[in-house]
């Protein structure tokens, strides 16, 4: 297939994923508007319609919480075949929640990185001269700018358990890697009591072994269930939910995000003293708490448990899109893990970069959505940050494998890591929107 038809066919994803407002992840697995979806969507919009990219990214934060939480689960046109249904969250009505039906979790938020990508437009491969428009738009009054600001004072204060400034996960989901075996021994350590009653619909459109087990989705429930009971308020979910993590691609997204909003601050002749704090505290505490020089990878921590998370899940290579590592921290990755046959390089088990899991982890499973399949928007974000590190031939490797995957398989959700082969989700968005930036560089 030629670039061209790939462009004409992403395009069509995300044309007809539009409802207008918001761009589904996909048509049928997932009706409703996602957060990090979106702001890869808005990424890959930008490429050829940058008003209707400025809608999304707006549609995605007029559903901001009170608080600054900008929800992982948006549903502007209420309910669906899709479980959760909005009113199984319990957020209507809270004095701390915004005024759009929505989930009471949060996800990755890489919505900055995504806005000032789209306007640093000859960095990053969005071409298009009108992004100046969008720094004219963010100048004007109620702009994006503070809801930015806001959910990010939000994630390093009210998620915040040990002064770090270092944010909590409560619930898999917020993670966007929702059945990793990253969070494997959290789960097991909880204990079901007064499940109430649900029907997945998560399997209808996906085959069973794709998806996440029924033990896993009890369990997503059930912290559903205890979140909605604390009236989804940050004070108590810290001091009582079960699952408490620090994720070392959630905490690294942020980073980065953190230095994009500060970017965009000083374009707008804005206040860059808080934003700096963030990003000097989170320098100084994240090797210490996600480092492990035995291994020489980052794991992510369970604060509950009081421990590192021993598991090897692609996330690691997240803080080269930070700026995180040091240049020797870097050169281990790669040399020790990317770069292996044993763990995420090709080899007689996988011809496809870049496994979500180690191929030698105990819980690594190619067909499983979290569990080792190649997911497009994993590949983008560690792509960057090989770059960032001048790892231009494993950038690209990534890039080359990205693309040959979705001309091959088509937009689908995640990839078998040997064979190419499509899993989850067909005609799904943010393959096809960072398709469309991909195909740029
Ligand atoms: C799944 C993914 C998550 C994504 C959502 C919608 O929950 O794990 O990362 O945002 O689907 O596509």
């Not at 898999?172 to 890697?177: F, H, N, V």
């Not at 090897?312 to 020790?336: H, I, M, Y």
């Not at 497009?376 to 690209?396: E, F, P, T, V």
């Not at 078998?416 to 960072?434: E, I, K, Q, Y």
Request: charged share 25%; with cysteine.
């Amino acid at each position: 297939m030629t670039a061209t038809d790939l462009y004409a066919r992403a395009q069509a994803v995300l044309r007809l994923n539009d409802t207008g407002e918001f761009t589904k992840p996909s048509p049928r697995q997932y009706p409703h508007q996602w957060n990090w979806d979106s702001a890869f969507i808005a990424l890959g919009l930008a490429h050829f319609d940058l008003p209707r990219a400025l809608v999304e990214i707006r549609s995605l934060l007029r559903a901001q919480w009170r608080d600054g939480m900008v929800p992982h689960i948006i549903y502007p046109n209420g309910a669906s075949d899709y479980f959760p249904p909005p009113d199984f969250w319990q957020t209507e009505n809270l004095p701390h929640a915004g005024n759009v039906p929505s989930s009471g979790l949060t996800q990755p938020p890489i919505l900055s990185t995504i806005v000032r990508m789209i306007y640093k437009n000859s960095e990053f491969g969005v071409r298009n001269s009108e992004s100046r428009i969008l720094i004219s738009e963010l100048r004007t009054p109620n702009s994006e700018f503070p809801q930015l600001l806001a959910w990010h004072r939000w994630l390093h204060t009210a998620r915040d358990v040990d002064g770090t400034g270092l944010p909590c996960l409560i619930h898999p989901w917020e993670s966007g890697m929702d059945n990793s075996p990253l969070w494997a021994d959290a789960l097991d350590r909880i204990t079901l009591r007064d499940l109430p009653p649900f029907k997945r619909r998560d399997t209808i459109h996906v085959a069973t072994d794709e998806r996440p087990l029924a033990t896993d989705y009890e369990r997503f429930v059930h912290l559903i269930d205890l979140g909605r009971r604390l009236r989804w308020e940050p004070r108590a979910l810290l001091d009582q939910m079960p699952f408490l993590v620090q994720d070392v691609l959630f905490c690294a997204i942020l980073h980065r995000a953190d230095e994009d909003l500060r970017a965009l601050a000083i374009e707008l002749g804005e206040d860059t003293r808080e934003i700096d704090d963030w990003l000097a505290r989170t320098r100084a505490v994240f090797n210490a708490r996600f480092w492990d020089d035995a291994r020489g990878l980052y794991l992510d921590y369970d604060v509950r448990a009081q421990s590192p998370i021993r598991v090897n899940a692609n996330a690691t290579f997240a803080p080269l899109f930070a700026g995180l590592a040091s240049k020797e921290q870097a050169a281990r990755l790669v040399a020790e893990h990317f770069d292996n046959p044993r763990e995420y390089a090709p080899a007689a088990d996988s011809k496809y970069r870049l496994p979500s899991v180690a191929k030698n982890e105990r819980g690594y499973s190619p067909r499983r959505y979290w569990c080792g399949p190649v997911w497009i928007q994993m590949n983008w974000i560690i792509a960057h940050g090989l770059r960032r590190y001048g790892y231009h031939a494993q950038a690209d490797a990534l890039v080359r494998d990205s693309l040959a995957l979705v001309a091959q398989s088509g937009f689908r959700e995640y990839f078998d890591p040997r064979d190419g082969s499509g899993c989850g989700a067909t005609d799904f968005s943010w393959s096809a929107a960072l398709t469309l930036d991909m195909l740029s560089y």
